[in-house]
């Protein structure tokens, strides 16, 4: 969301949205900021990166967002992807499992962590 906010021109409006899909809760972040440029769409989740922006010394940032974000979905055993256009904004997207999906992760890790004891 501080990137969409970030990335976005004054007066622009970036949006929140939750839906529930397969099971699965899907976060919804779309801006109206520039887009990602196509040849950083690869690099995105890596740590350091960032795109070459004419404002990115405005801007500021370490590159690090993105790349810990998905790490704290993945281990919580969801996804993040995003889909850009250059010009047109951006949607990034994060599906989670629903919280009675959440819950069942939790009694398993638990059970296993009790078995190897």
């Given at each position: ?60 940032g370490t590159g690090l967002g993105l790349s810990i974000t ?18 047109g904004g951006t949607i990034f997207f994060v599906d989670l499992p629903s919280f ?18």
């Amino acid at each position: 969301m501080s990137n969409a906010v970030k990335f976005s021109p004054s007066g622009s409006t970036v949006r929140i949205r939750i839906a529930q899909r397969a099971g699965r809760a899907r976060i919804y972040v779309s801006d109206e900021g520039p887009g990602i440029p196509q040849e950083f769409h690869t690099r995105i989740f890596t740590k350091f990166e960032r795109a070459n922006f004419s404002d990115n010394q405005k801007v500021g940032g370490t590159g690090l967002g993105l790349s810990i974000t998905k790490a704290i979905i993945e281990h919580l055993n969801g996804e993040i992807d995003f889909r850009s256009t250059e010009g047109g904004g951006t949607i990034f997207f994060v599906d989670l499992p629903s919280f009675p999906a959440m819950h069942q992760l939790a009694a398993e890790r638990d059970s296993r962590k009790l078995a190897s004891a």
